[in-house]
């Protein structure tokens, strides 16, 4: 080492500081680089998930005034089906307490108009599908119409005829609570008729299926007789008697529980 010249030595210690750097390089720089590599693609990866999640939760308001405005809509629509009829119907769930509650909504509205009932049947509350009722309509069509429609004229202006007909009919139906009532009552003219006026404007889901008075006329069984342009002699009801008739009637009432509020938090 004596021997060798200053520029030998300086040459050694340049290969000296060189390989310390480099093992410094790879023992402690490289490791660090690598961890900034790793973090910064972390980084960079949050930061990206950050701004997905923040998007969100900016839509957050708008969704829940869109929530809210749905549910406010199908509540308004579906009050229709409320039936005070039933009683706590949404509450009791109870079938005979159900049935009780109907029974006890009639009896009222039948003694307000001083029928007499001769027969009254409940059914077994249950469920039942609400049909769709809409006007679909048949296209005139004919094979010289249908050859002569080279612009396509009459297929475009049959299916708009015929849309509204086949988007309702692929409308699923919705199953609500559903009760047959099925009675007999007799009364005066006047209390059959504020009846079904009462059952008629009724805010309550009242479908009236069938009804059969069996003497229309209210003759109250006196007569009288009529003489047609022949000369024939008939005997009918006497149309301005003071009279009583029996009333058949078929009632379904129709009931569906309010929409629950969702809870939609601060």
Do not use: C
Request: hydrophobic letters at 40%; charged letters at 25%.
């Amino acid at each position: 080492m004596k021997d060798m010249s200053y520029r030998d030595k300086m040459v050694i210690l340049i290969i000296s500081v060189i390989i310390i750097m480099v093992v410094g390089f790879f023992a402690l720089i490289k490791p660090t680089y690598n961890k900034l590599i790793e973090d910064t693609t972390k980084y960079e990866e949050t930061k990206t998930e950050w701004e997905g999640i923040k998007v969100k939760l900016d839509a957050i308001p708008d969704l829940k005034d869109s929530i809210t405005t749905t549910y406010n809509d199908a509540k308004k629509n579906a009050a229709v089906l409320k039936n005070t009829a039933f009683g706590e119907v949404d509450t009791e769930y109870d079938t005979k307490k159900v049935n009780y509650g109907l029974d006890q909504y009639l009896h009222q509205v039948i003694d307000d108009n001083n029928l007499v009932v001769s027969d009254f049947a409940i059914g077994d509350a249950g469920s039942d599908s609400i049909e769709y009722f809409y006007y679909e309509p048949s296209a005139v069509t004919y094979a010289l119409l249908e050859k002569g429609d080279l612009n396509g004229k009459y297929a475009e202006e049959v299916t708009e005829l015929m849309q509204n007909g086949v988007l309702i009919g692929e409308r699923a139906t919705a199953e609500v609570l559903a009760n047959n009532v099925n009675m007999k009552v007799s009364g005066k003219r006047e209390d059959l008729m504020n009846f079904l006026d009462t059952m008629k404007e009724d805010n309550n889901s009242i479908y009236i299926d069938t009804i059969d008075i069996a003497d229309y006329a209210f003759s109250g069984g006196t007569t009288r007789e009529v003489t047609d342009a022949e000369g024939n002699v008939q005997t009918v009801a006497s149309p301005n008697a003071d009279g009583t008739s029996a009333l058949d009637i078929n009632l379904m009432f129709y009931n569906a529980k309010e929409l629950d509020q969702p809870i939609l938090g601060d």
